[in-house]
C-alpha cells in the first residue's frame, strides 16, 4: 500500500496530483477481488496527500464487482464522498477471464447486466447529489475543477486515462505496461515485470509494440472525441479539419446510428450537429463505438 514516505517523495519530485484506486470499500467484495483496502488507511492517505500540497486528488471506483450490491455499493460512495476527492472516475468492471484467469472464479458472483447499469445509476444520482459535475461517461469533478470549465467552453479532450484539458501534451509512461502517446505514436510497455526488468537492466527502452495512426485513425478520434467530450458531432468541424466530405466519408457509419436515433440515444443524424441525447450519454460508448473501425459498436446494455 501507499504509504507516507511514497507520497513526500513524490511530492518532493514535483508531482501535484494524486490519483487513488479504491474499487470498493465493503469487505465481502475486497475479500473476493482479494484486494484488502481499509477505509481508514485511505482516509489518512487523503489527509497526508493534502497536507503536503498536492493540488488535485482523484479517487477510482469500479461498478460490477463480484458481490457488489446497490446497498453495498452505496455504503462505499457514502464514504468516498466523506473524503471529497476533487474528481472521480467510476470505471465499469471489466470481465475478461479468457486473459485473466483469476477472475474465472468471481462468475457466479457477478451482478446481472441490469443490476450493474443499475450500480452506475445509483453511482451518477449520488454524487450529482452530492455536488459533483458529470463531466461525462465515467468521470465526475467539483464545479470548480478545470474539467468542468473545459467541458463548459469546448476545450475538453479525452485520451486513454480519461479527460483531460491538455490536448497536444505527449504523454509519457513508465513502468509495468504503461502507454505513451507522443505525436501520432502510441507503445507500450513490457506487460510482465520480469521482461520490463530485464530490458530496464540492460538500459533498454522496455517498449514491446507499438502503432502509428493513420489519417483515417486521426479522423475518427476527432469524431469519437466530440462525442464524448461535447456531446455532439460537428460535422462542419470535422470537414473544415480534416478536408473531407462527412456523409459521405463516414456514410456507413451514418447508416449504423440510424438504430441508435430510433433507441433515443442520438438526435439529428441527418442534420449538420448529430447531438447526445439525455439518455445516450449513459451509453456513449455505444455511439463513439459506431465511428471506431476496430470495434463493432455493442448494443446498449454491454457499454456500460
Known amino acids: 500500500m501507499t504509504t507516507p514516505d511514497h507520497l513526500r517523495t513524490l511530492r518532493s519530485l514535483g508531482f501535484n496530483r494524486l490519483s487513488v484506486g479504491i474499487q470498493d470499500f465493503d469487505w465481502n467484495v475486497q475479500l473476493t477481488v482479494r484486494r484488502i483496502q481499509p477505509y481508514e488507511h485511505t482516509r489518512e492517505l487523503f489527509e497526508q496527500a493534502r497536507a503536503l500540497g498536492f493540488e488535485s486528488i482523484n479517487a477510482d471506483l469500479i461498478y460490477g464487482l463480484p458481490k457488489q450490491t446497490r446497498s453495498s455499493f452505496q455504503k462505499t460512495l457514502d464514504l468516498v464522498v466523506q473524503l471529497n476527492p476533487d474528481r472521480l472516475a467510476v470505471f465499469s468492471y471489466a470481465h475478461v477471464p479468457a486473459l485473466k484467469h483469476q477472475q474465472r472464479s468471481f462468475e457466479k458472483y457477478l451482478p446481472s447486466e441490469s443490476e450493474k447499469l443499475q450500480l452506475f445509476l445509483d453511482a451518477v444520482q449520488r454524487l450529482t447529489s452530492a455536488g459533483y459535475e458529470h463531466v461525462g461517461m465515467d468521470h465526475f469533478a467539483r464545479p470548480s475543477d478545470a474539467l468542468v470549465a473545459a467541458r463548459n467552453n469546448g476545450s475538453l479532450h479525452r485520451n486513454f486515462q480519461g479527460y483531460t484539458t491538455h490536448s497536444e501534451t505527449d504523454l509519457l509512461g513508465f513502468g509495468v505496461s504503461a502507454i505513451s502517446h507522443i505525436g501520432s505514436t502510441f507503445t507500450q510497455n513490457q506487460r510482465e515485470l520480469s521482461a520490463w526488468e530485464d530490458n530496464i537492466g540492460a538500459g533498454r527502452l522496455p517498449v514491446f509494440r507499438g502503432y502509428i495512426r493513420t489519417n483515417d485513425d486521426a479522423v475518427r478520434a476527432a469524431v469519437i472525441e466530440e462525442c464524448l467530450c461535447n456531446g455532439r458531432i460537428s460535422k462542419d468541424a470535422i470537414e473544415s479539419r480534416f478536408h473531407i466530405q462527412f456523409d459521405e466519408y463516414l456514410m456507413a457509419e451514418l447508416m449504423r446510428l440510424n438504430e441508435l436515433e430510433r433507441d433515443g440515444l442520438v438526435d439529428g443524424r441527418n442534420s449538420r450537429i448529430i447531438r ?20 463493432a459498436a455493442p448494443v446498449a446494455s454491454k457499454a456500460v
Open 276 to 295: 447526445i441525447t439525455p439518455a445516450g450519454r449513459i451509453f456513449v460508448r455505444s455511439v463513439a463505438r459506431v465511428f471506431d473501425a476496430f470495434q
